[in-house]
């Protein structure tokens, strides 16, 4: 629900994991599933006399987000020192930019509350550094001791910060879906990985000051805080009690959010330009990085639909993620596109989902195998997602599990020789509809999809059985 007394604006932290390299030193990125403070160097530890040297790569994938994200792209950009000290930054500052960022002014067309498509106005897209993480024994708050992991730091991060223009928790979650949706189009960000993304929820009510919900990592987990949020400040508020400006934390196993800080104890991180990196000028890379894009969502979805005729639902739902847009295209340009917008939209979508599988876990092959059985009649729509539930859940291949199941569809003499069996023995269902109950074909229906063990399409049996009777 849009609910008009709330004011939503996002700080998102996005990792440019699919670089090979950290943003300032030659440290691989790989470090996903190594030990802790195995991919570290003297200058992403911090060492005194070490010097930075800029990632080329990541400042491409840079300029790549900012225009994907329509952001006028800033001609010379420059990076600040951001300074304070915290057990995960060992320089005691973070490389960053400040008042000249990569990109300003950009946009994002979600889903809004009322079905309509909505502009979300994007600030700015800045790059920076990564500082590492720090792992606690136990709850953050009754850890006896707190570890920390140099592996992240250094990693290249982009911060994409919204205007104040979402108005409810689920827009900021399709906002979040949308933007990695965006991401992992542009081939910079793979979001299964841990801490990809890390998100500030900035929230109010009208009139009020805002309260700044810090570092989830997960979409469902920002939809839930700020949940929890509207309901403590409009609480807060009915007892007259102001919110100030405050930072606060989310504790996911209470689903609760607390405070960490106001804005008295703000800090004052004295940004001075960056002595060691010199500035840069990108307005020459803009124009080669631009032709390079790849089609975004957006553009694919209306594509599908001119293309392939396809529903725009259909359309959305298929390219709601790069790695089943391309599923769909390869299987499409193999059988009815049609029949596959339904079955891999509306039924393989859904039983992955269901089994937190993902489509790698289908083959194309399968899909195709099983729309042409679908298009030549072989089986059914019933049919269709009993197989695809089976090679799911046990493996095989559609052919074999047809046959193993019996899942062949019965031929048309078949079903006319149970329609007419069927219209004999139900001679009073036959009686109530000639009398005018039309919902009486359903029994007779029901019979012929017993005689024919479910094998029947239920649509055909009704056509056939429709006939017989309006023969008689
Ligand atoms: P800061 O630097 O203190 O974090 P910014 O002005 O940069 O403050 O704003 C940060 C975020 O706060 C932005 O995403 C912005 O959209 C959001 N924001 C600004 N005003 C409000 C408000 N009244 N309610 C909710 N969010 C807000
Ligand atoms: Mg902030
Ligand atoms: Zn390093």
Known sequence: MAEKDVIIGLEVHVQLNKLNSKLFCGCSTRYHDAPPNTHTCPVCLGLPGTLPV???????????????????????????????????????????????????????????????????????????????????????????????????????????????????????????????????????????????????????????????????????????????????????????????????????????????RTKEEAHDYRYFPEPDLVPMRIADWVPRVEAELPELPDAKRERFVSEYGIADDHAKSLTSEIRVANFYELVAKRASPRLAAVMVADVLKGELNYRDATIDDFSPDHMVEILDMLENGKITDKGAVEVIRTILDHGGDPAGVVEAKGLVKVEDDAVKEAVRAAVKECAQAVADYRSGNEKSINFIVGQVMKKTRGRADPGEANRLVKEALDEM
């Not at 730091?153 to 979650?173: F, I, N």
């Not at 400040?233 to 400006?245: I, N």
Request: hydrophobic fraction near 35%; aromatic fraction near 8%.
């Open 54 to 260: 800029l990632n080329r790569g990541a400042v491409e994938y840079a300029i790549r987000v900012a225009l994907a994200l329509n952001c006028d792209i800033q001609g010379e950009t420059l990076f600040y020192r951001k300074n304070y000290y915290y057990p995960d930054l060992p320089k005691a500052f973070q490389i960053t930019q400040y008042d000249f960022p990569i990109g300003l002014g950009g946009k994002i067309l979600i889903k809004g509350d009322d079905g309509e498509e909505k502009t979300i106005r994007i600030t700015r897209v800045h790059m920076e550094e990564d500082p590492g993480r720090l792992v606690h024994a136990g709850t953050i708050d009754r850890a006896k001791y707190t570890m920390v992991d140099y592996n992240r730091c250094g990693m290249a991060l982009l911060e994409v910060v919204t205007e104040p223009d979402l108005r409810s928790p689920k827009e900021a979650r399709s906002f979040l879906d949308k933007l990695r949706n965006i991401l992992e189009y542009l081939d910079v960000f793979d979001g299964d990985l841990e801490g990809a993304m890390r998100i500030d929820s900035n929230i109010s009510l009208v009139g009020g000051e805002r309260a700044e919900v810090k570092n989830i990592s997960s979409h469902k987990g920002v939809e839930k805080a700020l949940a929890y949020e509207i309901t403590r400040q409009r609480s807060a508020r009915r007892r007259g009690v102001a919110q100030v400006q405050e930072t606060r934390h989310y504790d996911e196993l209470r689903g609760i959010t607390v405070t960490i």
